[in-house]
Structures are given as C-alpha cells and as structure tokens.
Nanobody, 121 residues
Framework: QVQLVESGGGLVQTGGSLRLSCAAS????????MGWYRQAPGKQRDLVAG???????LYADSVKGRFTISRDVAKNTVYLQMNSLKPEDTAVYYC???????????????WGKGTLVTVSS
C-alpha cells in the first residue's frame, strides 16, 4: 500500500513562492508517475503538473513558467516549486501516485490527504 504525505502549504501573498513536498512510502517510487492536482472550493480536481519515471514533465497551461515539478528518487519525494503565485492558485493541493497515466484522476490509485495553499491579494 502506497502512502503519500504532503507538506509545505500555507498562506502567501500574491507574487510569493511556496514549495510543496510529497514523501512516498510503500511503492516502487522510481517506476511511478507522480503528480500534483489541485481543487478549489466548488470546482473539480485538476492536474497541475506531472513527472514521469524517466523525468519528463507536463504542466497545466495556467502554471507553465511559474511552477516546477521535480523528484528526488533517493528520498522518494516529489516537489512542486510554485513562484509568482496568484489568488487563483488558491486550492487544496493533492499529491498523486500511479504506475499509469497521471492525466486522468479517475485512474489514479493513490492520493495524499492534501495541503492547503492560500494566496492573498
């Protein structure tokens, strides 16, 4: 059973930065596709960024150039560096772990509990 523990959320002003971390245990991290989703109040959960087992990355258009996803295989940890934050980035951010596609949330078997990011204007 894979367990994911997120950290790093909080309150930040517009234009500020935060780094989210997600530590994984119980799975084969080096083979996993990892990602970050977010869900704002009253909205669906959307993919923010993903990183493949080989290191390739993908991003939502709304965060390209501002967010960077990375992984440390030695630490079984994935990161999301968020810069130039905007109020519309406010959401609960969820770490996701799969051996399949990161693009479709319905097929992702393992999720963290989420960490809240609030960007004040």
């Amino acid at each position: 059973q894979v367990q994911l523990v997120e950290s790093g959320g909080g309150l930040v002003q517009t234009g500020g930065s935060l780094r989210l971390s997600c530590a994984a245990s119980g799975g084969t991290f080096r083979l996993a596709v990892m990602g970050w989703y977010r869900q704002a109040p009253g909205k669906q959960r959307d993919l923010v960024a993903g990183i493949m087992s080989g290191g390739g990355t993908l991003y939502a258009d709304s965060v390209k150039g501002r967010f960077t996803i990375s992984r440390d295989v030695a630490k079984n940890t994935v990161y999301l560096q968020m810069n130039s934050l905007k109020p519309e980035d406010t959401a609960v951010y969820y770490c996701a772990f799969t051996y399949g596609s990161i693009r479709y949330s319905d097929g992702i078997p393992y999720w963290g509990k989420g960490t809240l990011v609030t960007v004040s204007s």
